[in-house]
């Protein structure tokens, strides 16, 4: 599966953003998906996953109840909506597939396929 992140920009601190992943090549519903955030001189981050169905949802402790994940197996795209953003959520964003569990949504390494990112930044 191909993936092609979007959406990303410059808001100010307690804007929102939402992010696109449009997916192409495989059936994009045989995926679980995620969103991770790498910022400059960090570790890449967990961010959201959301399984094959869109039933079931996770979200990182730092972005709980602000950010939200959903799919659209029909369209075959997969968002995160961001609202209340901080300066401290500044950092490329990627959407990844993992074919494997959803029970290994938080680990990078679970993932399969990524797409290239899309850079958020938010001003004070």
């Known amino acids: 599966v191909q993936l092609q992140a979007s959406g990303g920009g410059l808001v100010q601190a307690g804007g929102s953003l939402r992010l696109s992943c449009a997916a192409s090549?495989?059936?994009?519903?045989?995926?679980?998906m995620g969103w991770f955030r790498r910022a400059p001189g960090k570790e890449r981050e967990f961010v959201a996953a959301?399984?094959?169905?869109?039933?079931?949802?996770d979200c990182g402790d730092s972005v709980k109840g602000r950010f939200t994940i959903s799919r659209d197996n029909i369209r075959n795209t997969l968002y995160l909506r961001m609202n209340s953003l901080k300066p401290e959520d500044t950092a490329v964003y990627y959407c990844?597939?993992?074919?494997?569990?959803?029970?290994?949504?938080?680990?990078?390494?679970?993932?399969?396929?990524w797409g290239q990112g899309t850079q958020v930044t938010v001003s004070s």
């Open positions: 959301i399984n094959q169905s869109g039933g079931s949802t």
């Open positions: 990844a597939a993992n074919q494997g569990f959803f029970t290994a949504r938080r680990f990078s390494s679970a993932y399969d396929y």
């Open positions: 090549g495989r059936t994009f519903s045989s995926y679980h």
